[in-house]
Structures are given as structure tokens and as C-alpha cells.
Antibody, heavy 122, light 107 residues
Framework: EVQLLQSGGDLVQSGGSLRLSCAASGFTFSTYTMTWVRQAPGKGLEWVSAISGGGGSTSYTDSVKGRFTVSRDNSKNTLYLQMNSLRAEDTAVYYC???????????????WGQGTLVTVSS | DIQMTQSPSTLSASVGDSVSITCRASQSISSWLAWYQQKPGKAPKLLIYQASSLESGVPSRFSGSGSGTAFTLTISSLQPDDFATYYCQQYNTYSRTFGQGTKVEIK
């Protein structure tokens, strides 16, 4: 079955760290750009980060640059988001998502994980 | 970064109505625009990509149009399952911004 299964969300204190995981199955993981999107409580979707299929290219929204690191282990079909120096405003449901087209240069997101809640207490 | 602006923020309609949601980009994104539907507590679902292409399995009452900086999502004959929040997203650049969302609610 084609799916993304997320884990790692938790309650953490401001300034703390957390690592999110997203395990992929049912498709050739290494050929797709993967993306993290978050949604603060009651708010809209916010693009957070993306990583190319081979892992050599990454991108971040300005508010997380220098604090978050996206990575992937293609041997384990798993995507990660390491979050450091967490702030109250990082509180959100975090989704991982797959690009619709392999290569992913110009591609929307066609498969999403179930989401995992990160709560940062101040 | 490219800014995406949706209107309206909320739309009240009845079953059977035809509704349209507009999305404007702060600069040209060609046709690199997608529309998603999200229901409470669920992950978003891709409806339309490349501005007007219907994703497999999505009902044909959903349609998209536009290019450059102005785009529209139209739902013809609203069904009960369509009451949800809709987001546009540009994927012209690696930093892929979303619109702020449009909630379609029952009148």
C-alpha cells in the first residue's frame, strides 16, 4: 500500500529539540522530492521544508532556517525533520508529503502522512 | 518569496450551488498551481494540479483555470462532501507557498 506513516510528535519545552520521522512504503522513495508542511492550531497550511530525492538539495522557509534540518535515509525509506531551538510559534501539526512526479522540480503534493502534533510550551 | 492570496476567506453556499474561489500570485507562476481540499482533522487532498488538470479519482464537478498570476477553482453543483477548506499552492519555486485558505460552509 502506498502510504506515509509519521511519528515523533510530542510536547516539548521552548528551546528544546525533537525529531520527526516519516516512513514511506509502496513507491520508489528515493526518486521523489519530499516535503514537510505544518499547520498551527486553527490556521492554514505552511510549507516548511523540502529535500530532493537524493538528499543533495534542501530548502527551508525563512522562519526555520538554522533551526530545522531535513534529511532522508533512502535505505530505510524514511524522511526526517530535526527541529532544534523550538519556539511556541512552532506548535503545529506537521505533515510529510510526497511530490506527485518523480524528480519533483515542478510537482504538487499527492500523498500525505497522517500528521503529527508538536506542542512547544513556553 | 511568492505570496498567494485567496478570496474569499469564507464562502456560504447550498447543496447544488456552483461556487468559485480565486487565488492570486504576487508574480507569475505560469501554470504551476495546485488546489487542495482539507477536512477537519485530516490531511489535505490534491484536487487539481498544473492549474487545470484533475487529479485521478477527483469528481469532475471540480475544475481549475488560469495562468500567470490569476487562478480559479470552480465547484459545480456542490455536494455535501464538498464542505471543507480549500487551499491553493504555487510550485513554481522550491519554496512552495500556500494561500491562506477558503472555507466553504453550508448556508
Amino acid at each position: 500500500e502506498v502510504q506515509l506513516l509519521q511519528s515523533g510528535g510530542d510536547l516539548v519545552q521552548s528551546g528544546g529539540s525533537l525529531r520527526l520521522s516519516c516512513a514511506a512504503s509502496g513507491f520508489t522513495f528515493s526518486t521523489y522530492t519530499m516535503t514537510w508542511v505544518r499547520q498551527a492550531p486553527g490556521k492554514g497550511l505552511e510549507w516548511v521544508s523540502a529535500i530532493s530525492g537524493g538528499g543533495g538539495s534542501t530548502s527551508y522557509t525563512d522562519s526555520v532556517k538554522g533551526r530545522f534540518t531535513v534529511s532522508r535515509d533512502n535505505s530505510k525509506n524514511t524522511l526526517y525533520l530535526q527541529m532544534n531551538s523550538l519556539r511556541a510559534e512552532d506548535t503545529a501539526v506537521y505533515y510529510c508529503a510526497k511530490s506527485r512526479a518523480s524528480g519533483g522540480t515542478y510537482s504538487p503534493l499527492d500523498l500525505w502522512g497522517q500528521g503529527t502534533l508538536v506542542t512547544v510550551s513556553s | 518569496d511568492i505570496q498567494m492570496t485567496q478570496s474569499p476567506s469564507t464562502l456560504s453556499a447550498s447543496v447544488g450551488d456552483s461556487v468559485s474561489i480565486t487565488c492570486r500570485a504576487s508574480q507569475s507562476i505560469s501554470s504551476w498551481l495546485a488546489w487542495y481540499q482539507q477536512k477537519p482533522g485530516k490531511a489535505p487532498k490534491l484536487l487539481i494540479y498544473q492549474a487545470s488538470s484533475l487529479e485521478s479519482g477527483v469528481p469532475s464537478r471540480f475544475s481549475g483555470s488560469g495562468s500567470g498570476t490569476a487562478f480559479t477553482l470552480t465547484i459545480s453543483s456542490l455536494q455535501p462532501d464538498d464542505f471543507a477548506t480549500y487551499y491553493c499552492q504555487q510550485y513554481n519555486t522550491y519554496s512552495r507557498t500556500f494561500g491562506q485558505g477558503t472555507k466553504v460552509e453550508i448556508k
